[in-house]
C-alpha cells in the first residue's frame, strides 16, 4: 500500500532563508504527488502536483518541488521564505482502493515556523 | 477560493448523540470528499462521493455515514458520537477524481465529551 513519510515534524526558519522539506513515499507502482499548504484555521490548499514530465515542478508562492523516483522523495523547496509562508506542510501521494478509485493519502505533515 | 461551506464550524456535543455536518458547494464538481484531521495522523478519508447518490468508503468509515441528495451537499452523520470521534472535519471537491486537484472547505471542529 503506498504511504507517505514526512520526516520533520517542524522545520523552524529565519525570513530569507532557504528551506527544504522531506517528503518520502512508497509505492511499486507509478505515483502521482501533491504538496498541500494549510494556513492556521484554514483548509488545506494544493502548492504544486507531480504528475509525469519533468521532474522538476513549479507550484505557487515561489515553492518548487522535485520528483526523485530512485529515492522515491519528493522534497519541497523554496529559496528564500517570508514570514507569510509560516503554515503547515502536507505531502500526499495518490493510492488505488480496491474500488478503482484513486484516493490521497496524506503524511502527518511539517509545521514551517518562519521567524524575523 | 472554490466556493465550499461546511457547517457547523463549532460544534461541542456529549457522547452517545447523533451529528450531522453539512457541505455545501457552489462549483458543481463531481466529486466530494469528507476528511479527519488528527495530530500525528494527518487527513485520513472517511467517506467520498462520485455522484448523486453514489458514496462509498474511505480507510476510517467505521462509525461514520454520508448522503449526497444533490450535487451540492454531502452530508456527514455520526449515529452515535464517541469521544474518538473528536477531531477537525474537512469537505473537498473535485472535478474529476484521482490526479484531480481536490479544493478544501474551512472545516468543522467537533468535540465530543
Known amino acids: 500500500a503506498q504511504s507517505v513519510t514526512q520526516l520533520d515534524s517542524q522545520v523552524p526558519v529565519f525570513e530569507e532563508a532557504p528551506v527544504e522539506l522531506r517528503c518520502n513515499y512508497s509505492s511499486s507502482v507509478s505515483v502521482y504527488l501533491f504538496w498541500y499548504v494549510q494556513y492556521p484555521n484554514q483548509g488545506l490548499q494544493l502548492l504544486l502536483k507531480y504528475l509525469s514530465g519533468s521532474t522538476l515542478v513549479k507550484g505557487i508562492n515561489g515553492f518548487e518541488a522535485e520528483f526523485n523516483k530512485s529515492q522515491t522523495s519528493f522534497h519541497l523547496r523554496k529559496p528564500s521564505v517570508h514570514i507569510s509562508d509560516t503554515a503547515e506542510y502536507f505531502c500526499a501521494v495518490s493510492a488505488h482502493m480496491n474500488t478503482g478509485f484513486q484516493k490521497l493519502v496524506f503524511g502527518t505533515g511539517t509545521r514551517l515556523l518562519v521567524s524575523p | 477560493d472554490a466556493g465550499i461551506t461546511q457547517s457547523p464550524r463549532h460544534k461541542v456535543t456529549e457522547t452517545g448523540t447523533p451529528v450531522t455536518l453539512r457541505c455545501h458547494q457552489t462549483?458543481?464538481?463531481?466529486?466530494m470528499y469528507w476528511y479527519r484531521q488528527d495530530p500525528g495522523h494527518g487527513l485520513r478519508l472517511i467517506h467520498y462521493?462520485?455522484?448523486?447518490?453514489?458514496?462509498d468508503k474511505g480507510e476510517v468509515s467505521d462509525g461514520y455515514s454520508v448522503s449526497r441528495s444533490k450535487t451540492e451537499d454531502f452530508l456527514l452523520t455520526l449515529e452515535s458520537a464517541t469521544s474518538s470521534q473528536t477531531s477537525v472535519y474537512f469537505c473537498?471537491?473535485?472535478?474529476?477524481?484521482?490526479?484531480?486537484?481536490?479544493?478544501f472547505g474551512p472545516g468543522t471542529r467537533l468535540t465530543v465529551l
Open positions: 462521493s462520485y455522484g448523486v447518490k453514489d458514496t
Open positions: 473537498a471537491i473535485s472535478r474529476e477524481g484521482g490526479a484531480d486537484t481536490q479544493y
Open positions: 462549483e458543481n464538481h463531481r466529486y
